[in-house]
């Protein structure tokens, strides 16, 4: 290498004019990713708030077992009740509601009773059960579906798929880009004359 070469890389290496820049360059990009880390986080959060404030909202309407006004069904109002309180941020349809009926709180989630003819702790094909819920099979959650009548414990539960705002974020705390939220409520229906109470 020439002399003047040695020269001129010594006097680049000196040089210090441009430095903040490529600091910037570096620095830039993981300072956007935490602040819309930081937004995203923050909307999971008011999603997850708006979504059990409307659930809640929606269950005191149903369990005065009223119908809407409107001309609507009591589960499309309950829906619009959901979605009026979401501001906008969610659209919940019927395929992210259930709606389940107990006998009583106690046995919320719980499996329906079966006879544990062979022992071994789980209900095998075969072995006589009380159908709770009506649906002609064992199932391992008695739940019935349904608003319920009068005096009866109704489970409103909402399993909504969001859509995240960063893709790779997706990958770290959803799935394909989304976050499976969830928000349940349990009440008693008030004593109200309606429907069947049975299968």
Sequence with gaps: MSRAWKLCLRRFGACREGAAV??????IPLLLTFIVGI????????????LEGGLREASRFGITGLEADDNATREQQILGLINHHGAGLFQVDQSNLSTLIYPNFALIGDPEPYTDSNGNGTYDAGEPFTDINCNSKWDPDMGRAGLGVGGEIVLYKIDYPLDLMLGFLGDAIGDDGKLDLEASVAVRNEPFEAGDPGC
Excluded: D, H, N, P
């Design 39 to 50: 937004m995203e986080l923050a909307r999971i959060t008011l999603v997850i708030s708006l």
């Design 22 to 27: 490529v600091e910037f360059a570096f620095v």
